[in-house]
């Protein structure tokens, strides 16, 4: 059955870190004046949504994902007053906004967590999950994402508080209803005010299993399979639904770690009784080594053609998948999956291509538009990121070298997409007048946004032609998606087809030429149009460059309308 029109799926988002976006005071931190100075410039681009990660009162244990108080503004960024302002300003540009909404946890220094640690009496005490001690230790052997134990011991009521993350962001407990109603009341206030939805922060932990069981293996331990997807999840999110969101036109996306193609069938139904789109990560762990995350290795590409084909057949015409290659919790896409030297405006080119090409909402993270790379932080002094820290003072407390985990944090770590938006080749790139928060990329004089702007062979140039596209031609939106040459080892090829319409895309993942046997019966029909490349290509007639045998110089990206 066709895909039903929605203008979520029309829209490509654009995800403002605010920290690190533009700073208008020169206190070194990004605030909301300074995105206000930047719309025009996201306005030229072309996105539709713009999805501000979180901007409440925080006192930034984990740069605003630990909230204490979700009705107001983080001082660093400005006041309710400005926020209303960015609102009006993105509306005016005919843009939408989308707010970051972190409920599985709180701040510890919300007033509901002050309460609640105050008393076992408290009315505030099953807002949060305390449980004794086994034995003078921890209720369970479940580590926290960000190392060392979920629990933290409290001295008050000689109890123990679940943290799936750091100890300054206890769960939520959703299994009370009061926690559930102040969490729709909160999204009622802010949808009234006027937002076009919400990002869901790992939005499918909310539900525990019962009785919280201790993991196989020693303390501690992964514990996913206990707090991902767990038993009320559904009922928890089409209760939202129901009261919250089915009351207006909005988008909701949920990131959710740990969920396969199957379940987010479920939560991001076509019939809309949950969320619009879940967040994923599968191919956000291709790179893993053995020892996970920390132990970086190579995306091979037939895996990632696996992973995402089968996404995009799991979820055709059944729900609705989002496509990033980057946020602010990964590396940079073009060191990642491209070519950071030699080839990174070839290359980060050919991964917008895929992104933009794919089926599914695309999300361009600040600076990706630019092709910002990895930054080169000479020691974990010049980090700010408390994941890599934690990692950091595990690995040589456990005594791990030094060296090792610094180039793994130089791979992975989360700052590596913090850095300031590079703005222009003035001091600290006319991100602030001031002392950054975070350093800047050195990078910054050659790569900025003022000389991506002024020059039309940019990448932010290409991302503009991409999105323009999008608009233009309905199949990039809702066609289907079929896999060529699956076992190619470096071109990444489909065919996309709505109706009479088909888009064959072709990608070259690697820094070689590789010579890629045309699709020919596809071709045999008649005549295409070059849509896009990221190199010249052919003369004359717009099907050339489609001979029997193509050549796709490093990174080359094309993409054919045939019709
Ligand atoms: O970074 C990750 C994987 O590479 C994830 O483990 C990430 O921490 C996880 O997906 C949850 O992310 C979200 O919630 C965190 C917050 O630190 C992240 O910034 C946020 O995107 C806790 O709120
Ligand atoms: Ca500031």
Redesign the pocket.
């Known amino acids: 059955k066709p895909t039903a029109r929605s203008w979520w799926k029309e829209s490509v988002v654009y995800q403002i870190y605010p920290r690190s976006f533009m700073d208008s005071n020169g206190d070194g931190i990004g605030d909301l004046q300074g995105i206000i100075s930047k719309l025009d410039y996201l306005k030229e681009l072309g996105v539709d949504v713009i999805w501000l990660s979180p901007v409440y009162k925080s006192p930034n244990d ?1 740069n605003g ?1 630990d909230i204490s108080d979700y009705r107001d503004i983080m001082d660093d960024f400005g006041t309710m007053s400005d926020w209303d302002q960015l609102l009006g300003e993105v509306h005016q540009r005919g843009m939408k906004l989308i707010m970051d909404l ?1 409920v ?2 709180s701040s510890d220094e919300h007033p509901w967590f002050l309460e609640s640690r105050s008393s076992k009496d408290s009315e505030y005490r099953d807002y949060y999950i305390w449980r004794p001690g086994q034995e003078g230790r921890e209720p369970n052997n479940w580590t926290s ?1 960000f190392r060392g134990p979920a629990w933290e011991y409290d001295e008050a009521t000689d109890e123990y508080y679940l943290h799936l ?1 750091t100890r300054k ?1 206890p769960d939520l407990n959703w299994e009370n209803p009061k926690v559930r109603e102040e969490v729709y009341e909160m999204m009622t206030w802010w949808l009234d005010k006027g937002i076009d939805g919400f990002r869901m ?2 939005i499918n932990l909310i539900s525990k299993v019962d009785g919280l069981p201790s993991a196989g293996g020693e303390r501690y331990a992964w514990g996913g399979e206990y707090f991902m997807n767990g038993p009320r999840i559904h009922e928890y999110l089409r209760e939202m639904n129901e009261q919250v969101l089915s009351r207006y036109d909005i988008m909701t996306v949920g ?1 959710m ?1 740990g969920v396969s193609p199957e379940e987010a069938v479920q939560y991001a139904n076509a019939e809309g009784t949950e969320l619009n789109m879940v967040f994923q ?1 599968e191919h ?1 762990e291709l790179d893993n080594g053995r020892g996970g ?1 920390w132990d970086p290795g190579q995306v091979n590409l037939r895996e990632l053609k696996r992973s995402i084909s089968n996404w995009q057949t799991g979820l055709e015409g059944k729900a609705w998948n989002s496509l990033y290659l980057n ?4 590396p940079r896409m073009v060191s990642r999956f491209g070519d950071d030297r030699k080839y990174r405006v070839e290359s980060a080119k050919m991964l917008a291509t895929f992104l933009h090409t794919l089926q599914g909402t695309p999300y361009i993270y600040q600076g990706e538009e630019i092709g910002m790379t990895n930054m080169p932080f000479a020691t974990i002094e010049d980090c700010r990121d408390i ?1 890599s820290h934690n990692v950091y003072r595990e690995h040589v407390e456990g005594g791990g070298s030094a060296d090792e985990i610094m180039n793994a944090i130089r791979a992975k770590g ?1 700052d590596n997409a913090r850095t300031p938006m590079q703005w222009n080749a003035d001091e600290n790139a006319g991100f602030t007048t001031g002392e950054p928060w975070l350093l800047v990329n050195p990078n910054y004089k050659e790569i900025n946004a003022e000389a991506a702007v002024s020059d039309p062979n940019s990448v932010y140039h290409y991302y503009r032609k991409l999105i323009a596209l999008r608009k233009a031609h309905p199949v990039i939106v809702y066609g289907s998606y079929e896999l060529l040459a699956e076992e190619d080892e470096n071109v990444f090829a489909y065919v996309r087809t709505l109706g009479e319409d088909k888009l064959l895309v072709m990608l070259n993942f690697s820094n070689d030429t590789q010579s890629f046997a045309s699709p020919y019966p596809l071709l045999a029909s008649g005549h295409g149009d070059l849509l896009i490349a990221n190199y010249a290509v052919g003369e004359g007639g717009a099907t050339s460059g489609l001979e029997a045998d193509i050549q796709l110089r490093p990174y080359e990206a094309r993409v054919y309308l045939l019709q």
């Open positions: 984990d994902y972190v599985n946890h994402f993350f962001q922060d790992v990131e770690p990560f956000m995350k946020n602010h919790d990964q994941e989360r």
